[in-house]
């Protein structure tokens, strides 16, 4: 009785202590959506900011901009002074020192030119991206109450970084002040800065802490779009029962207020973005929730994209649940809906009309002659695959005419159905390799004749009104085979032209006889069609 009511306070302590850290790292702008939909991105909520005068920095990533700084000091500046002073080409003393491997080669950073010099003033704020933005705008807000220091006491610099934290940098002055506010306090800079991953103010005479830091805000050139989304969960199979209970957050994107989906009495929302969700009969379960994102312009290099693994400023939502998390782009839902599987995720645009069902998730090429088939397949169970596609090849199901040997893939549908797995066959009926040889040799089948080397194929035509007759036969007889072993509930004959899905996630369905399997006309040269069995031409 007494250990049973340690692990009840142990759970409520635990329940409160996940809570407590849900609202505390659900941190994001608290600025109304509906506000800033069409007005320009502010980047620097998601930036590592630095301000000279607070002891503890909200974001303990921040001291990075100290060694950055120092690093640019004391071997960047140095390196380029001393390669600026001659040719690239001709050898200089070159001070490498222990830790310097990510400098350039001298010709590199020669060709560069020299760096600016230090700064004169003392650091005062910043702000440090974990990837290369594009920036038009900054803006420096100054304590209210307290004077702002004289314009030509202040410094401001941006740093291109095309190597990443670690590598070469360089830094820029930002001159361009073209405003200032009524009251002082807010200082506006114009400009087009590229490729920057920090920003840093500087001001002269700061001996000490309570000189002013002002915070910075940056933009870019993207404007705030919305888009109405809904995350279902709970529908696949073993995910039912659940808890679901977490929050969202954005990367590059603002989070409105969440609703549970209609008829969904077991979800809750908790604050803003965090929610509570246990398992309810009967009902979809998930959110719907409104988001603020930006769409960077597709920038490329020679005709390929400057970043082929995402954008640096592309919007990322991350769903933290107790039963499993996902983050994904929000720009993917412009082109269809995402579904996690292995979680139980479905995520698709607001009045879409698409809804989350069981979702067939196959891969392919397991055998039972695998050695290590077993620990595979359980493998694919843990992520979330549900079937396992095999390829039926005809001559090795139909050696002789209508006699069905199916003891070349018995083993396989045991094995798949040990697992709990279904069985996905793919019946090929068209190339030469798995046509058997009574087909071969059936003086009603006319195969094609490659016109171009004068010679037969082993191919039957598609054409041919014969090889249709026997095929339609094949495919009935695979049919009614697989259907009667219960293991199977997708059936996918090769390239076949006239089947159709029966809801969004379901099934491929037979939609009467199968007049064109697999098979193509043998061109008689390129780009000319070949003659159809019994033609002039394909006699000549």
């Known amino acids: 009785m007494r250990e049973n009511m340690q692990t ?22 608290r600025q109304d959506p509906g506000r800033l939909l069409g007005q320009p991105a502010e980047l620097s909520a998601w930036a590592y900011a630095y301000r000279a005068d607070m002891k503890i920095q909200e974001k303990p990533e921040a001291a990075f901009i100290l060694r950055r700084l120092d690093r ?14 001659g040719s690239g080409k001709k050898g200089l003393p070159w001070p490498r020192q222990e830790g310097d491997w990510q400098l350039l080669p001298k010709k590199a950073i020669w060709e560069r030119g020299e760096l ?19 920036l038009n705008r900054l803006e420096l807000s100054w304590p209210k109450g307290e004077p702002a220091p004289p314009p030509q006491d202040v410094e401001v610099r941006v740093y291109p970084s095309p190597y990443g934290w670690f590598g070469w940098q360089s830094d820029q002055r930002v001159t361009a002040l073209s405003e200032i506010s009524e009251g ?23 001996g000490n802490s309570f000189s002013p830091s002002p915070q910075i805000r940056a933009y870019g050139p993207e404007n705030w779009e919305r888009m109405d989304i809904e995350i279902e969960w709970g529908f696949q199979e073993g995910t039912q029962r659940s808890d679901y209970s977490g929050r969202l957050d954005g990367f590059f994107g603002l989070v409105g207020e969440i609703a549970p989906l209609a008829g969904d009495s077991g979800t809750a929302a908790e604050g803003r973005s965090a929610w509570t969700s246990h398992a309810r009969a009967g009902v979809r379960r998930g959110i719907s929730v409104s988001l603020l994102y930006i769409r960077p312009a597709d ?13 640096p400023r592309d919007t990322r939502i991350t769903l933290w649940t107790r039963a499993g998390n996902m983050t994904f782009l929000v720009k993917s839902l412009e082109g269809g809906p995402i579904c996690a599987p292995e979680y139980g995720f479905f995520v698709a645009r607001a009045g879409a009309g698409l809804f989350s069902q069981p979702l067939e998730v196959t891969v392919c090429s397991v055998s039972h002659t695998d050695k290590n088939a077993d620990e595979r397949l359980e493998l694919f169970k843990q992520v979330g695959v549900t079937s396992i596609q095999t390829y039926i090849s005809w001559n090795k199901v139909e050696e002789e005419r209508g006699v069905m040997n199916w003891s070349e893939y018995d083993a396989d549908a045991a094995l798949f159905k040990k697992h709990g797995l279904k069985w996905v066959p793919f019946v090929i009926a068209g190339p030469w390799y798995v046509t058997p040889e009574f087909v071969r040799q059936d003086p009603e089948i006319v195969l094609l004749r490659c016109l171009e080397h004068a010679r037969e194929s082993a191919i039957p035509s598609t054409l041919e009104p014969a090889a249709s007759r026997v095929r339609t036969r094949v495919f009935k007889k695979v049919r009614r085979a697989l259907l009667a072993a219960g293991c199977t509930r997708v059936y996918q004959p090769g390239n076949h032209r006239r089947l159709r899905r029966s809801h969004l996630f379901g099934r491929w369905e037979l939609a009467g006889r199968i ?24 006699l000549s």
Request: net charge positive; charged share 20%; hydrophobic share 45%.
């Open 8 to 29: 009840k306070q142990i759970r409520t302590v635990a329940a409160a202590l996940w809570l407590g850290a849900m609202s505390g790292l659900c941190a994001q702008p």
């Open 72 to 85: 640019l000091d004391r071997v960047y500046r140095p390196v380029s002074l001393l390669l600026a002073q």
């Open 116 to 134: 600016l010099p230090a700064p004169d003033g003392a650091l005062r704020s910043a702000l440090l991206w974990e990837g290369r933005m594009h």
């Open 184 to 206: 002082g306090s807010t200082w506006i800079y114009g400009g087009d800065w590229d490729g920057v991953d920090m920003v840093a103010v500087f001001l002269k005479n700061a």
């Open 299 to 311: 920038e490329r290099i020679k005709n390929l994209p400057k970043y082929p693994y995402g954008h």
């Open 515 to 538: 007049p064109l399997p697999w098979g193509i006309l043998v061109r008689r040269r390129a780009g000319r069609s070949g003659f159809p069995p019994g033609d002039e031409g394909a």
